[in-house]
């Protein structure tokens, strides 16, 4: 069975076969938007029979997780544009197809993105200037394209906070969130840099798109601005995490010169103390006799000499800036 | 001997000398597929006399492990294109000459590549719209470069498999397969950028191919078009491969961190009561005589002072946060 | 009510409607600036019912923290221009909309480089020779533009005052600071970058703005050159920071390897007198009775063997260079 | 005097003056060999009054360690080429004057390639379908190029045989193995980038060289073939030499770990241990008299009491993993 | 007053304001230098109002530390060269203003190329072929571009000694040798691109500069080789200091190594055998008593398990490799 919504004339009304051949035989503008969720070959019946796409372009439209990219095809454009989808999926896929008098949308499953440009196509002012198939490919790509930003606005200070918290307390749980943000980027820079391929070519006007018109060039350039401002968040994002990455790495370094600090400070103050105590702890006859049995020695020996010990590295350390640092 | 497969209207036939030249004399397509195995010169004295190619073109094909690439020459075009081939050698290689009316291929050995093709080419749709000799380079082409993507397809699950195991404990065996990877994204890149830029080549108009019509621009387009996200695929690996190597590291450095701090509270804690035990050690005659001798000292002086120091020490080491920390 | 400043025949008044209109109707030259602070529709309302401007622009100019960028519609340019301005909100932005007869600019709250643009527009030789609508552009972005300068000139000194910090003595403090610097850096590329495109866009005749002559390509050649200077101040600042980060890992490593070499003197020195003195320290009645007992044997073996220790490993450490070095 | 080579009519004679001359007077085409050895202006002399080249050639062609070029003449091309002669001085120079109707080379000292030119020429396939010039140009060019080859063979196994070095045993004399492998690289690619752009240059039809014909462009592009391919291997290996360092930090971080953790766990057993024997080593007269005097005291305090810390430690230790581990 | 230097049919003259309104009321060639060392405005009014020069490029020339740069005016063009001049204020700049007739030069203060310039330009052989403006320009700037090489020729043996240096000892005081030679290669690298452009875009005839002939264009092209000649150097440089500030975290961890394993060591023999002399220096009656008394118990149990356990952990040292190694 057919899904989908066949908009025509400001009216939404539910996909069935024979009012798309209907309004396929007729003149006027409609945008027919199917849902490809179910495994039977209607959609590719459809579009390669009674629409007359070509086979190419069909057997594309039936496989998603695709690259971004624009073919031109003689008599229609295909596009395939990319969004976030948090809530469910995780990202958006629309296939296009987009001729001189309508537009056809392939999707999968719930797509938030084309309910908010059924809603908006009703009043947005771009009906008056643009021709139609322009406004729509514009409204469902901006939607798309737009809802990458909520998806990255919490970055920033996510970065922030990774920042603050590393020069804190360096732990492996921040390696591996390090991971997972560089792995979104990743992923969403192959989604964003190919759109702005795209749209930069339609500018160039290397590609040659069905509606094209001076007017319709304002808001394909629109959608370039904001396809290169997320790829700038993107880029510079990345590059600040590499950056909290080295951060994390010195920091640790950093960390472990305290420690083997206060381990050195330690050793050098017990070790020699301990030689000492060994020493008057020997047996030999001659020092138990002669150097430990006076009163005087055990207080010369046996505690002077290790506090002058003690004085002179505290002193020392002192000298060498190694007291009163950070504790970790 | 000449060994390969002739293939006309449908059928295959061995390739033998006389029916290539049948082929060649008469007028209808036919696809010559050559398997250069045997070091004589069959293949040489057919290529330069029979079909007379340009004598640098077939000393090139003779050769093999080459980068890909296409010459065009006065009558053909020379397509040197590289697969995966992880069953037999790792690599497919296939040399393709490719004239208005047909199209010669050699390769080494088996590959399993060209048998598909032939398999693929008796009911592809392209047939009805393209010309015969697109229609042979697309699919040997098309077969060899998706040959790649089984090979790619457990990079993403091995490096995320690395990144949890690197954080769970880091080893040198990791370092090794971190290597091993990259050198294979690596050898990848080397064979897929250049069939890439190849197939732009072609899009672009900028070289100029037999048979190319606009019906098979879509096709060399389709091809681009996988290449293309190949060779995202490949550089998202080695961003990502950095970003391990680089976890490795700081794993290691926390870790490191951790043990040091152990090693620092067990000496911080058992040197200075080792001094103390060293300290009563100590057979100066007054100390043992007054301090030692009475009850209460041992109490006091042998068991109580280290309690303290022990829990002196404790508290210094909470309030530091050094406790109940992770413990590698 | 409409906030902002018509400027008209070398003389400022403040931005009435009725003023406007009359500008408007008029047929002399006249520069429009709006302070577009509060949240009525005043502005939207001017520029695109009285001005006509592209329902597209209007809406964008009311949008701020918005990328540099120029677009071209068919009676004007659009224009976003950024600049520095730490005093106020840390950035300026300024939105020009620029026609053959008249500028307007859009801002919000305080724009000291505005204010300084009307100071030099009166008395600016530019005005001989370049179209006025020229002048205004470029002086306002002039102004916005040279505001990097002072807000980049410290920055010098700060990574030369650091790197020499970190030689002394590395914090963890140093890593903020070039983190703060780094995202810093990044923030004024993003403003630099795509207004030096803008400016090489122009002057290579790629777009067309009204009132172009040979003569006002000068001025944005100017301008194009203080905005390449800019990033390759930023790009050169960048690179010194990286080196910067990785000198305070390599310091800190080093400085490791220091504390790690006296450790390891003091232990190694240490734990054979240790050695040695519970040798002696041991109760076997054997050596009691005949080794410890002789006076000589305490000279011998209670203090001369340990010197000979002592002045053993004293050499050794000598041989290897480890006496004598930096101390931390 | 004259040193050098004349080759004429497929014979080669001394490069007398006289000879040079005579050829210069007559239409046959000659290539020209000169050895520029000797410090004497005879080269020049001939060079710039004889063949009439331009004075900027002439003085660079005297100019050795040059950066390969292509400059353009109006009556000649001027072409400097270099390659690998790891058996003479390490880098072959080759500088080649190329007119229409004959080819003069200076080199310096022995030079193998053209040796072996000379040797090729005489049977090469080329000489039936391209222009003289264009031969002999061909026939330098690919023998200077091809010598990178073998100096880079063994870069492959190297780095290998460096990584699997490193992951058994890390040293500093593999660092500056490292080192070294780089600077060769950053040198082969100085020479050979901009050989392969002058390779692109000639192809693309911006260089207009002397005796270009669509025949001999079949043999640039093979050239450049191999140049691209060399640039792919330096930039591969320089690729996995950066892999190969980072392994090399990795591995001795790694390896530093588990030093420092035996240290730990001996630490860990024996301070305890010796705490314990210390104890019951001081001098108390009550711990002497009452704890100490019982037979069963030694065999539950003295020995016990030590067993069971030592239990307790090693299952601790095994616990966290920290036994049968990697032994560095 | 005027200073500088006037150069007319091999003759220099100071440069008097009556010379030089001479000259320019003449017809003849000549090269006007001027320096602009004192405060007041000779130079300005002399530019502006005698020679006629666009009020912004005599703005913009009196101005130093300029970017290298080109500007095309009507009659005119503007070029800004810079080159190194250690001797003095470290980088020199010429501002040269150059027309059709005459070139005008201003700089500040000595300039040491300068002065090489008159000298050489009265014997230069490009004087036979090439306009006198291109001449004097491709002298002046040649001069001042070679003024780089002797600044950089000492990095190559700066950088390989500092690669021995820290394989020998790493120190701090060498990242901070690193750090500057890295910093003097930014700047060079600041000055010494954008002249390679500006060379580029006059060859490429981008630009269109005064008395510009294809024999003038091989002195261009000359410059060009030279500047990206300058350019390679430059990015090795950096490469190879990068590579050299790797090598100094990797000798530095790796040398940390040998010191922790020497540690371990001393820690791992030391360690028990003050517990084997612990234990025998308790003081239980029973260990005393039957334990200690007998004479073999001292040499079995007091010196033979020592000597055993010595000889145990040195062939376990030997067989894990850990002695014989290198000593830092």
């Given at each position: 069975?057919?899904?989908?919504?066949?908009?025509?004339?400001?009216?939404?009304?539910?996909?069935?076969?024979?009012?798309?051949?209907?309004?396929?035989?007729?003149?006027?503008?409609?945008?027919?938007?199917?849902?490809?969720?179910?495994?039977?070959?209607?959609?590719?019946?459809?579009?390669?029979?009674?629409?007359?796409?070509?086979?190419?372009?069909?057997?594309?439209?039936?496989?998603?997780?695709?690259?971004?990219?624009?073919?031109?095809?003689?008599?229609?454009?295909?596009?395939?544009?990319?969004?976030?989808?948090?809530?469910?999926?995780?990202?958006?896929?629309?296939?296009?197809?987009?001729?001189?008098?309508?537009?056809?949308?392939?999707?999968?499953?719930?797509?938030?993105?084309?309910?908010?440009?059924?809603?908006?196509?009703?009043?947005?002012?771009?009906?008056?200037?643009?021709?139609?198939?322009?406004?729509?490919?514009?409204?469902?790509?901006?939607?798309?394209?737009?809802?990458?930003?909520?998806?990255?606005?919490?970055?920033?200070?996510?970065?922030?906070?990774?920042?603050?918290?590393?020069?804190?307390?360096?732990?492996?749980?921040?390696?591996?969130?390090?991971?997972?943000?560089?792995?979104?980027?990743?992923?969403?820079?192959?989604?964003?840099?190919?759109?702005?391929?795209?749209?930069?070519?339609?500018?160039?006007?290397?590609?040659?798109?069905?509606?094209?018109?001076?007017?319709?060039?304002?808001?394909?350039?629109?959608?370039?601005?904001?396809?290169?401002?997320?790829?700038?968040?993107?880029?510079?994002?990345?590059?600040?995490?590499?950056?909290?990455?080295?951060?994390?790495?010195?920091?640790?370094?950093?960390?472990?010169?305290?420690?083997?600090?206060?381990?050195?400070?330690?050793?050098?103050?017990?070790?020699?103390?301990?030689?000492?105590?060994?020493?008057?702890?020997?047996n030999f006859a001659y020092m138990v006799r002669v150097w430990l049995s006076p009163?005087?020695s055990?207080?010369?020996?046996?505690?002077?000499?290790?506090?002058?010990?003690?004085?002179?590295?505290?002193?020392?350390?002192?000298?060498?800036?190694?007291?009163?640092?950070?504790?970790?």
């Amino acid at each position: 069975m057919l899904r989908g919504t066949l908009h025509q004339g400001d009216t939404d009304a539910p996909a069935a076969t024979e009012n798309v051949l209907a309004a396929l035989a007729g003149s006027a503008f409609f945008w027919l938007d199917l849902d490809d969720v179910e495994p039977d070959d209607m959609v590719k019946e459809l579009l390669q029979t009674h629409f007359g796409f070509h086979p190419l372009a069909v057997r594309t439209a039936e496989q998603f997780s695709q690259r971004p990219r624009l073919d031109e095809y003689d008599s229609f454009a295909y596009l395939v544009a990319r969004g976030a989808d948090p809530d469910n999926s995780g990202t958006a896929e629309v296939h296009c197809f987009w001729t001189d008098r309508y537009v056809v949308t392939v999707h999968k499953g719930d797509c938030e993105a084309l309910a908010q440009v059924r809603e908006r196509l009703r009043r947005h002012p771009a009906r008056q200037v643009a021709p139609p198939q322009i406004v729509v490919v514009y409204l469902v790509m901006g939607a798309l394209v737009d809802s990458f930003f909520p998806y990255l606005s919490d970055f920033d200070d996510r970065i922030d906070a990774l920042e603050d918290d590393i020069l804190k307390r360096p732990t492996d749980a921040q390696l591996g969130e390090i991971f997972d943000m560089k792995r979104t980027l990743i992923d969403v820079r192959k989604l964003v840099a190919p759109q702005r391929d795209v749209m930069a070519t339609i500018n160039a006007g290397v590609a040659d798109v069905p509606g094209m018109t001076t007017e319709a060039s304002h808001y394909f350039r629109d959608l370039y601005d904001h396809l290169i401002r997320l790829s700038d968040l993107v880029d510079s994002y990345r590059d600040l995490l590499t950056n909290v990455m080295d951060t994390h790495l010195s920091t640790v370094s950093n960390r472990l010169n305290v420690v083997m600090k206060q381990l050195t400070i330690i050793a050098t103050i017990f070790l020699p103390l301990s030689f000492l105590t060994g020493f008057f702890g020997q047996n030999f006859a001659y020092m138990v006799r002669v150097w430990l049995s006076p009163t005087w020695s055990f207080f010369v020996l046996g505690i002077g000499l290790e506090l002058v010990t003690v004085v002179a590295l505290v002193i020392l350390f002192h000298k060498r800036g190694w007291l009163g640092g950070p504790t970790v």
